[in-house]
């Protein structure tokens, strides 16, 4: 099983940049969860989605972030325009129907100057 | 603010020794799990403890719950090398829609050889 998988692993960008990050949750999972992790506010949720739908967005920082998934095997989270305080890691989860268990994909790096 | 909160924040020991970690929340819980992070890596799900159960094992790894303190301990026994990583508590809340985790703020823990 190739696990979550998340894309780019790494990314730079400059301030004001459209940046997108991309995750492929495990096989028939059926929830995907979007996390951001700093050193200054820990892991923090940002959205959640059960099967396909948006259920708890309330983590979002602000407009300029927006998530979508558009099939299964498919997440997108943009930020548009991107700021310097985005900088952190970006983390994708997937669980099973029923399962509380999550898995995570191996992150991405963003930075932007 | 963060359901969760490990102490302590950062745990030195050498190889063969035991390492303890607790975690406190606030609120009533359905489960309690704990995560281990590997620098640079994504979370990896170590163990699950239900409100009903008091004490669990897995391995080198003990974890008890007591709800009426709504804290919990993560007992690694035996540690080794391997074992240097950042351990964090999750909790999903009582009635909370999905299987939405909120996670503590971790505690860093090294083993020295």
């Known amino acids: 099983d190739a696990g979550v998988i998340q894309s780019p692993r790494h990314e730079v960008t400059e301030m004001g940049q459209e940046v997108t990050l991309r995750c492929k949750p495990i096989?028939?999972?059926?929830?995907l969860f979007w996390y951001r992790q700093t050193m200054m506010r820990g892991l923090e949720l940002l959205i959640y989605?059960?099967?396909?739908?948006?259920?708890?967005d309330s983590g979002m920082p602000e407009d300029r972030f927006s998530a979508k998934m558009p099939n299964a095997s498919f997440s997108t989270l943009k930020i548009q325009p991107s700021e310097p305080r985005d900088s952190a890691v970006y983390f994708c989860?997937?669980?099973?129907?029923?399962?509380?268990?999550?898995?995570f994909g191996p992150g991405t790096r963003l930075t932007v100057l | 603010s963060q359901q969760g909160e490990e102490d302590p924040q950062a745990l030195s020991i050498q190889e063969g020794e035991n390492a303890t970690m607790n975690c406190s929340y606030k609120t009533s819980i359905n489960n309690l799990q704990w995560y281990r992070q590997n620098s640079g890596r994504g979370l990896v799900h170590l163990i699950l403890i239900r409100s009903n159960e008091r004490e669990k094992h897995s391995g080198r790894l003990r974890v008890t719950l007591d709800t009426s303190k709504k804290s919990s301990s993560l007992l690694i026994t035996a540690s080794r090398a391997a074992d240097t990583a950042s351990y964090f508590c999750?909790?999903?809340?009582?009635?909370?829609?999905?299987?939405?985790?909120?996670f503590g703020g971790g505690t860093r823990v090294l083993v020295k050889p």
């Open positions: 999750a909790t999903d809340i009582f009635k909370a829609a999905g299987n939405k985790l909120t």
């Open positions: 989860a997937s669980s099973s129907e029923g399962a509380i268990e999550q898995f």
């Open positions: 989605f059960n099967n396909n739908v948006p259920i708890d």
């Open positions: 096989s028939g999972h059926n929830s």
